[in-house]
């Protein structure tokens, strides 16, 4: 505590004091009389200068008296352990990830979500994204032809390369293919609209008009990608394959009938259908990713170039292993399919 003694033998007049923004105490004698006249607490500014703070009433015009004594508060309290300690910001958003998840997942139960907004986007990812797909599925299939077709011909096993091109689209290619377009042209879209609107604070915004954010810009991105990329897979399936017959059939002399032939005699409806089951999974991945990085986007425009780059990322490294796990579990006692197509 300091004492802080005037130097005008005036009597002290009231004092508005407004200003506590410290932890000091201070103590205020008269110059004729040495006991103190108020004690303040915590940190007051007296100021002799309107202009300065004050309102009229001040002490006497010799200076500003203030104190501030909170080091030697902080040298004496005890720091919790952990307060001062901020998880890593890869781990937070990770979490977020998985809270959008849920979040997303109860609002399409409940169906609170923006139907208009969400048919918007479902026309985004799908017809629009329709031609890039097409194209890089059809090339794909041809250089994937290129690589085995010639060497099936040399072994005399031309009734198996209809079957193989089959399960090789309809298990890995096309699913895995659509969903690398789509992370690389509708993810990075999302999260550099929902990173640009969390920089301007644009969600700030529909949360004071009323509108939850989760309903209005995120669970229609994931609604619309876990819809279109299945169509978009079976379309590239049919693509592909006809791609690849046509190309077998005008470079290698393996006739078109046989391909055709030899793919129905090896597909199985489930490997239709697990197709459109990892299509869906790789949709989610790529929506939850690109709009939790989105979401959590800091640093302004720096920040937004970071954050789609970083969803891009993390939206194909979570397909890869995902479609690990996924064809893991499918075809775990697969192994029959090809039999049937060389007899």
């Known amino acids: 505590m300091q004492a802080i003694r005037l130097q005008s033998p005036s009597i ?55 104190e501030n004594i909170e080091n030697n508060n902080n040298n004496n309290s005890v720091v919790p352990l952990f307060s001062t300690w901020s998880p890593p910001r890869p781990l937070w958003r990770g979490l977020s990830v998985l809270v959008l998840a849920g979040q997303v997942f109860v609002r399409v139960l409940r169906g609170k979500f923006h139907r208009k907004n969400t048919l918007y986007q479902l026309e985004r990812v799908g017809p629009r994204s329709v031609g890039v797909c097409l194209l890089t599925a059809a090339f794909v299939g041809m250089a994937f032809t290129i690589q085995f ?73 994931v609604i619309a990608c876990c819809v279109a990329l299945p169509i978009l897979t079976l379309l590239c399936f049919t693509i592909g394959m ?6 077998a059939d005008a470079v290698y002399g393996v006739s078109i009938n046989i391909i055709l032939d030899s793919a129905q005699r090896a597909l199985r409806p489930w490997d239709i259908i697990s197709a459109m089951i990892k299509s869906q999974v790789f949709g989610g991945i790529i929506a939850i990713v690109s709009c939790a990085w989105g979401v959590t986007t800091l640093g302004g425009a720096k920040g937004v170039g970071e954050s789609t780059t970083s969803a891009v990322v993390i939206s194909l490294v979570g397909i890869f292993v995902a479609d690990f796990f996924l064809s893991y579990c499918f075809f775990q006692g697969a192994g029959d399919s090809l039999k049937s197509c060389m007899s």
């Open 12 to 66: 002290l007049p009231r004092v508005h004091h407004q200003k506590f923004t410290g932890q000091a105490k201070v103590l205020i004698f008269n110059a004729q009389n040495k006991n103190p006249q108020f004690v303040l607490s915590p940190k007051f500014r007296v100021s002799a200068d309107p202009s300065n703070g004050g309102d009229g009433h001040y002490l006497s015009p010799i200076c500003i008296a203030e």
């Open 149 to 221: 077709v010639k060497e099936f011909t040399r072994l005399g096993l031309n009734r198996s390369v209809g079957g193989v091109l089959a399960l090789a689209f309809s298990r890995e290619l096309s699913p895995v293919i659509t969903s690398i377009v789509i992370a690389g042209r509708i993810g990075s879209a999302f999260a550099a609209e929902l990173g640009t609107m969390q920089v301007s604070e644009q969600t700030d915004t529909l949360r004071v008009l009323g509108a939850n954010p989760v309903d209005y810009l995120v669970t229609p991105r």
């Open 242 to 247: 006809a791609a690849s017959a046509l190309l």
